[in-house]
Every structure is written in structure tokens, then in C-alpha cells.
């Protein structure tokens, strides 16, 4: 049975998907549609949305610039966290989807609607990161995901739709990728993509230079970090999204941050995902190298370790969760001396750290350098031996076993070593 609904408020980007959503919910619901786009750094995507909802039959349209807040609450976190999903994946798409869907629900509730929509495929990782949000965040309202209701079963088939209905989109049968692009990266999928042995195209790209086509000069930039937190480049003070877009541009024209990845989507899914994250890439770098001089051992490999539960969370969507919130509180906690400045050199795609300075630096000259004043290397004796104890208790053990079985069969040596040995 359909349900009832007379105002659903539509996550929108005016791309393939959502374009024809609106018509969609119009004609299967008979229902009015407010189309929220949510800035969050698509640069020139955002120009004509509005005239194109209200052509395609929206009622009401809102934009909403985040971008700032984008970078400092929810990127500059996540950095900070460490988090990279599957070591590759720096969780562009992933970390603004919270944002994206909140400034949704809270359009929704402000606009008197009684649903959702999303543009989201039942295949994908983004129908769980929205819905999660708005069971957060209202669960009181309807959700309609129309991609698992209507009759569409292809990108091919949406575009058809849209042709049908005198609708442009900017996916097309000549080239079929699936993009989504926000401060922090830029991603690529769908159409040969989906092949993981086809090469892409060097024009598919669009934030960054291909690496051989770089400058064949390099060029050093300077990050100023507080408490894990990047406040400059070369010294300039710049805000949070200003900062990001500044190094986008310095790293996409050394052709930085490109990233080909497959990837294990949380239905369980392998798909392929082509990433340009300049920025990020450069920042990503710059931290771990200030970690290095400003984290004790243990908090950084108990830092690492945790980074990888923070993906997940992000990756799976799930930001609003309180084990989301603690671990930004022990990493915030644990960051507050992350203090200093990075110089990194980029050259044909790669990011080199080439000088490391904090106020807070654990790292002492003296103690690293070969010079043995002030150190008693006697002490080490007593280290070693105490650090080798499992190992001395294991070689006795193994030679203990090794006189027991000394005169015994080849075959039964074989046997006690390999139970269940075909004979």
C-alpha cells in the first residue's frame, strides 16, 4: 500500500538521480517537493539548481552553504582521528553525508514536511549513511528511497527518463560516471570504472594534473598545525574551508592525491572508486609527520589502532553515535600538544615531508644522535634481558620437547608435529 504524504523534503544535487526524483515523487505521490541542496563544496555544481528544481516541478528550493562548517566540524575531526578507511579511502563522500542529511532534516522540519527523500541506490553505502541520520535526527518522519521502489534499474534507464521528460542531467550515455565532489575530494564511478582492470582515462579527471604532466619543479608548502588542527599555509592564517581549497589548488596542480581504489562497502559489496583528494592527501601527511615528533609510543599506536574503528564508524554512517563522540573526545585529548609546523615538498604526484617543528617535540638530539654522552648504554643490558625473558622461556621449552622426542621414529616425529597426517 502507498503511503500518504503531502510534503517530502528531497536531498538535492541536480544531478542524474535526484534530477528526475522530483517529478517521480510528484506523479507516484501526488505530493509537493522541497528540494534542499546542501553546499558543502561543490563549487560551480550549485549555479542554476534552483531554476532547474522549479523547471523540473519543485515547489520550494533551499541552498545552504556549509562549506565552513564542513571543514572544521566534520573534516578537520575526522583528520585528526587518523581515520582512512582500508588505508586508501580518506572518506570524502562518507564524512559530509551527517551534514548533509541534518541540514536536510532540519529544512524538512523548518518547511512543515512529513517525509524524506534521497537519491541514493540500494546497492550503495549512502542509503544507510542518510537513514541512519534521520533515525537520529527525526525518525518521526516518512523516508522514500525512490531507487527502491520505482521500475529504474540502470543509470541507463534514469537517463532515459530524464530524456523522456525534456530534463537535462549531467551524466549521459557517452560518459557515465557517477561523481560526487565536495571540499575535500572529488570521486569517480560507475560506467568502464566498474571494470577494475580498465586504466582510467586521463580526462576523466578534473581536480588534479596528471603527475607526468606536473611541473618538473617542486614546490614546498608550509602547514601550521594547533592541537592537531591546521590554522595556516606558508604562513597565511585561513579559515577551515579557505585552507582546505588553498592546498586543493597547490596540490592538484602537482597531480597530488589521486587514488584508485576497490573497496568493501558495508552491504557487503566490492566496488571501485577513483578519488582526487589534493588537500587532504597533503594535510593527511603533514599531521602524521607532526605526530611523529610530538606523540609518546604508546599513544600513537593506540591512536593508530583506533583510527581504523573511526573509519568504519564514518565509512558505515555512523556519526551519530556516541562511540563517534568518545573517540573524538580521547583524540581530541590526546592531541593537545600536536602543536607545529610541516613543510612538505610535492613533485609528480608525491607528497615528501622534508622538515617537522613543534614547541612540543618529545624528540631530543642528544638521546637520537650517535654521540653516547650522557647515556649509559650499560642499562641496556638489563633491558634487553628482561624484554627477552618469553624468549629464553620459549627456546627452553622447544629444546626440552626437541630431548624428549630425540630418539623417536621419523615417521612419529612427523606425527606429533602434523596430527592427522595422511600416512
Partial sequence: MKRTVQRVALAYSGG????????????????EVVAV????????ETIGLAEKAYRTGAGEFRLLDVREEFAGSFLFPVLKSGAVYEREYLLGTATARPLIARKQVEA???AGCDALAHGCTGKGNDQVRFELAYQALAPELTVIAPWREWSILS???AIDYAQRRGIPVPATKASPYSRDRNLWHLSHEGGPLEDPAYEPDSSMFLLTVDPAEAPDQPERVTIDFVSGVPMAVNGKALSPASLIAALNTVGGRHGVGRADVVENRLIGIKSRGVYETPGGTILVAGLRALESLTL?????????????????????????????EALDAFVDSLMTNVTGSVTLKLFKGAVMVVSRTSPCTLYQPQLASFDMSG???????????????PTRGRNRIVQERGSETSGAAPETKAESVLPGAIK
Fill in 296 to 324: 609518546d609510543r604508546d599513544s600513537a599506536h593506540e591512536k593508530e589502532r583506533l583510527a581504523i574503528r573511526y573509519a568504519e564508524l564514518v565509512y558505515y554512517g555512523q556519526w551519530f553515535s556516541p562511540l563517534r
Fill in 37 to 44: 541542496t546542501v553546499d558543502v563544496g561543490q563549487a560551480e
Fill in 16 to 31: 542524474l538521480d535526484t534530477s528526475i526524483i522530483i517529478p517521480w515523487l510528484r506523479e507516484t505521490y501526488d505530493c
Fill in 375 to 389: 647515556y649509559s648504554a650499560q642499562d641496556s643490558a638489563g633491558f634487553i634481558r628482561l624484554f627477552g625473558l
Fill in 108 to 110: 524538512a522540519l523548518e
Fill in 155 to 157: 543509470r541507463e534507464d
